[in-house]
């Protein structure tokens, strides 16, 4: 690797950060490691400030009561039309049939799904649907004519909050100088995953609430926050776990979840085969009875917030790992907690994903004993761990073999390009398009982060380079882009090929399909 | 991100509201004539063999030159014939079938200016109307609307560029009404096999994936489109997508400028025609392209419909084409190359050319057809005859410093 110092700004763009904008790789071209190593002591850096947003407990909220009036709205309009039927079979009689049908539709079909709390998957928001689209931006002057009949509806107020965090998500990484602490948002918020899929007007929020306070401060301190969110307990099932011998259990309500128990040790910490067995997620899983939220329903001004319910709670000590739990209450799953951040497995398993998220597919081992060490040492200090990742030697050396994930390429390609048009619904499309909707991971493993499930995706990655390619050829200069997007990390041959183009738009389309700026 | 993939099209948003539909101009001195003319103009980037579409096959050079590549009147599939000395690609009936009507011509060994061989500066040129390249604030076709003295009575609302970025030969001070096809813009073949030759130097791993898309292509083009999956026909953009994209823009276009109170003047740009390698001009590549563009060529007659009497199509390319092949069974970029005049306003069934001929002492610096016709004087001919914009206006803001290139004269019946 070259040692040139515009070429470790270009890596370090590319491999800790979002992707180098204008002027990028020059301006850190003097001291690379000491830019990353200022992001990381920015005041605020890592968090979000917009007034739009509400936390994820009152957007959960605020859709709850939207469907409750829409479906409200839904069994009037029903009755209305049933007795109008009524009225016409009554003037009509000896027709029984007319009646009989009216009482078929008159069976409200409104059962309230009550198989999560607030957030059903029933009422998905229908985010990325193809028909919200926005026309292109020319258009999207006509769409504002009044006169248009075609004019897109507004966004209803369950749209509205998954695009605000969307929006702030987006604006976050585009507006970030190097995108460092981003990219650990992005790592911790998929380690830590739930799915827009199961709690829709959460994720956003959960994001912000969880994830990013802690971003650059305790492992520990995230776990809590993570794990005892309404969101994960949602998303996991825990919120409707009941402890057997918990009050609500000995009066028959049954069902001791072990999934969450499961998925805390095997994603979330130890890491899979490490040495607990089902006896220790039974016990675990009856440690966190109790860890629920309170119900929408009920609570217009705490609903959907976390609460620890001791009537669902399994009562009495419990044994993991050895290890005898005597705690009452939330303590107790605040004790397993704190021992499960500080175990050795955490350290190892934790050092070796972000050593492959930000390194290799196959990090080097030295990289991950030195995370790993590091993690121990500062007692999981994640900025100490990140400001590990900066100064081991391997992280400079190691060839660029990382195929960039679909968000990570297209956030790229908006920060080299920061005019070209397009909306939040847009971004969701497109990251929907290559595989990797937002804040909906296929499983509670998160996106996969090696590049075997991200490869096949190319070729739609250059039907968007082309599109986008179409946007703004009037306006970009493909050599100016090369020369934003890779600088010095740019091949003869990549250049070459821009420079052979036959169109200004093939010659970007070329430049944002590079192999040097898929590769990080 | 940037884009949008099955946004409702520029067309409902147009068709849904009669108000923007009060952009309309006459030029008053046509008018007065009892004409409305119309004009469309397309711009070919990527530099297209002007030899592979009309080839001379009355030059004695031509078969040395090109061998068993050459387009002639013999063989398997034989040109269409013109005018004894040229001959037309085979994958174009729909010019041929027009040109016998005398409805299409043919303006052969013609060049811009520009001689350089870069296709931006090249496109650049082509499109701004300037001798030099360095000028791409407007176009000519966008200064010539804005020379065009409206009817007053009518409101002027613009000229019509399509696609989602208004090509730069219709961009410009005058107002530009703009309108994108539904379909995209099929990625290229060639920008597919550009990047495959690209990766297999430093990545071969995602050069198979590629390559993987280009199979795919190459098996629907073999008709064997039934075997495919829905999601592979899908992602499927071999030379159907681009005939249907053509056509689509082709048609819709036409049905625009068309309309009573549609827009008279109007430029697409379409891509694709930079063949290095394996250009296949009867039955390959450029065949294929050449085919689909036909094809927008019979779409744009259907779409005027009774106005066609009053249209002239131009399509032009920034440059040609060497005239030899090179290692790759492609071209490389060149001069001297064909501008297209189609449309029923016009005095056509003719090839204009001054043939510089095809030896090795003809040819420019020894490798491109030689150019002996200025575009501009064909470019002066039709705004001159077609929207009576009068020499001066011509040779001062449209092709500015271009005096020296007097307008062809008579291309209009």
Known sequence: MSTDPKFQAALALHRFGLGPKAGLIDAIASDPRGALLAELEKPGIGLVFDANLMSASKSSMTAFMYRQEQMAMRIAKQNEKNEMANAAAAEAPGNVMAKADAKVAAKPDQKPNDAKPSDPKATDPKEPKMADAKPDALADKQADDKADPKKPKPPNVQQRIFRNEARAHFIAANTAEIGFVERLVWFWSNHFCVSADVVPYMAGGYEREAIRPHVLGRFADMLVAAEGHPAMLIYLDNFRSVGPKSVAGLIGKVGLNENFAREILELHTLGVRTGYTQADIIAFAKVLTGWTILPAATNPDHGSEFVFNPRLHEPGPQTIMGKVYAEVGVNQGRAVFADLARHPATATHVATKLARHFVADDPPPALVKTLEQRFRDSDGDLKEIAKALVAAPETWDTPMTKLKRPNEWLTAMRRAIPDAPGDVVQGLQARARLGEPLWRPPQPEGFSDVQGPWADGLAQRLDIAEIVASRVEATVDPKDLLETTLGPLASADTRRAVARADSRQQAIAIALMAPEFHRR | ?413
Not at chain 2, 152 to 159: L, T
Not at chain 2, 300 to 324: C, I, N, Q, Y
Not at chain 2, 372 to 390: E, P, Q
């Open chain 2, 1 to 413: 991100m940037t884009f949008t993939l099955h946004a409702p099209s520029r067309r409902e948003l147009l068709t849904a509201s009669g108000v923007l539909f009060a952009w309309p101009f006459m030029p008053r001195v046509a008018r007065a004539e009892g004409r409305d003319p119309r004009l469309m103009v397309v711009v070919l980037r990527g530099a297209l063999d002007g030899l592979a579409l009309a080839a001379p096959v009355g030059d004695p050079d031509w078969v040395k030159l090109r061998g068993d590549k050459a387009l002639t009147l013999e063989g398997k599939t034989p040109g269409l014939p013109l005018d004894g000395f040229f001959a037309l690609n085979p994958a174009m009936p729909n010019l041929h079938r027009l040109y016998k009507a005398n409805q299409a011509m043919i303006v052969h060994a013609t060049c811009t200016p520009y001689r350089d061989r870069s296709h931006f500066d090249g496109q650049d040129v082509l499109e701004s109307g300037f001798a030099k390249p360095g000028n791409a604030a407007s176009g000519w076709l966008n200064r010539a609307f804005a020379a065009i003295e409206p009817d007053a009575r009518i409101d002027r609302r613009g000229a019509l560029g399509v696609g989602p970025v208004v090509p730069l030969v219709v961009r410009g001070p005058a107002p530009v009404v703009s309108w994108t096809p539904q379909r995209i813009a099929p990625a290229g073949e060639d920008t597919l096999m550009r990047l495959i030759d690209l990766y297999q130097h430093s990545d071969p791993a995602l050069a198979r994936v590629l390559q993987g898309r280009l199979n795919l292509m190459h098996v629907a083009a073999a008709g064997n489109i039934d075997a495919l999956t829905p999601a592979q026909r899908e992602q499927l953009a071999g030379i159907e997508a681009v005939r249907a994209y053509f056509a689509e823009v082709a048609s819709t276009a036409a049905k625009l400028m068309a309309r009573q109170d549609g827009p008279r003047i109007g430029a697409v740009a379409v891509n694709g025609w930079d063949t290095h390698i394996d250009e296949g001009a009867v039955g390959g590549r450029l065949g294929n392209l050449l085919g689909a563009l036909d094809g927008a060529i019979a779409a744009f007659e259907t779409g005027m419909g009774p106005v066609w009497k009053d249209s002239v199509v131009v399509l032009v390319t920034e440059f040609g084409r060497t005239a030899h092949i090179n290692g790759d069974n492609g071209t490389d970029h060149g001069s001297g190359t064909v501008a297209l005049l189609v449309g029923g306003a016009l005095k056509g069934g003719r090839v204009i050319a001054d043939w510089p001929g095809l030896k090795e002492t003809d040819l420019f610096e020894k490798r491109d057809l030689k150019a002996t016709t200025d575009l501009r004087a064909m470019l002066k001919g039709v705004l001159k005859d077609h929207l009576r914009i009068d020499d001066k206006v011509l040779a001062d803001a449209i092709f500015p410093d271009s005096r020296a290139v007097t307008p062809l004269s008579g291309l209009l019946g």
